[in-house]
């Protein structure tokens, strides 16, 4: 009598776990959107039901600052130039230093167009593509005010910022001071 028992209730067990399987409709979905969001046209307004203010829930909280980014000491003005020559200097340690890193990044960055000595004779002036890019050698430079013009660009330059990452900048700063020095 027990095994007959036992043989109602694995059939049992095996009709209940096999009658919810249907093939055409998968079994139920706990959170459905998880596995099927809705999408959204890119810069398209989202509904109100999204966010309760609109477009407000997509913007970061004010005064916010991106991980990893440290903002710049000096602001792109005239003003901050000539604060940043005065004042600004490299936050670099002697050990942090890598001139051949520095004439890496310059080769890569700055040779165009300031020549691979500082001369201001790079291929692109060359082409006279660019002029009036001046020599290292002729101007007063300091270390802050290099750092500042790589940051924000200046006349004819742009800005670095994008490309290279403070510590890079500053790489490139104590290698324009060495190729003004030679």
Not at 12 to 29: A, I, M
Not at 65 to 88: C, S
Request: aromatic fraction near 10%.
């Amino acid at each position: 009598m027990n095994t007959i028992y036992k043989i109602v209730a694995l059939v049992g067990v095996s009709v209940l776990t096999t009658s919810c399987f249907n093939k055409e409709r998968p079994n139920y979905q706990f959170m459905p959107n998880m596995y099927e969001s809705v999408a959204y046209e890119t810069y398209s307004e989202v509904p109100t039901t999204v966010f309760e203010n609109g477009k407000e829930g997509q913007l970061p909280a004010e005064g916010s600052i991106p991980r990893g980014y440290e903002p710049e000491a000096y602001p792109d003005t005239p003003e901050g130039l000539e604060l940043a020559k005065v004042n600004q200097k490299s936050p670099l340690a002697e050990s942090d230093k890598n001139l051949e890193k520095g004439k890496e990044l310059y080769t890569i960055y700055c040779s165009v167009c300031h020549g691979a000595k500082g001369d201001g004779k790079g291929n692109l002036v060359k082409k006279e593509k660019f002029l009036g890019v001046p020599d290292y050698k002729d101007r007063e430079l300091t270390e802050g005010g290099i750092y500042h013009v790589i940051t924000y660009g200046l006349n004819s330059m742009g800005s670095h910022s994008n490309q290279l990452s403070q510590h890079e900048r500053w790489l490139v700063t104590d290698y324009v001071l060495k190729l003004k020095s030679e």
